[in-house]
């Protein structure tokens, strides 16, 4: 899949202890090497963070660069 950083993520599973649903949008803003891990931040329509979780390859579906 290669995710790299800004590229923009759809979530395959829910994160209730954030309030995302599978399906959520966010941005990448950090690749973790070791272990491999992402950290995306999701934002609201007006573009204020609501949530910020580090997530795995497979928490995550790449829909576009």
Same mark, same amino acid.
């Given at each position: 899949?290669?995710? &790299?950083?800004?590229?923009?993520?759809?979530? %395959?599973? !829910?994160?209730? /202890?954030? &309030?995302?649903?599978?399906? #959520?949008?966010?941005?990448?803003?950090?690749?973790? %090497?070791?272990?491999? !891990?992402? =950290?995306? =931040?999701?934002?609201?329509?007006d573009?204020?963070t609501? #949530?910020? !979780? *580090?997530?795995? =390859? *497979?928490?995550? /579906?790449?829909?576009? &660069?």
């Amino acid at each position: 899949m290669s995710i &790299q950083e800004y590229d923009v993520v759809r979530l %395959r599973r !829910a994160l209730p /202890e954030h &309030q995302l649903s599978e399906g #959520a949008i966010g941005a990448v803003v950090m690749i973790y %090497r070791d272990p491999p !891990a992402y =950290e995306v =931040e999701f934002c609201d329509s007006d573009g204020i963070t609501i #949530a910020l !979780a *580090t997530l795995s =390859e *497979t928490d995550l /579906e790449k829909v576009s &660069q």
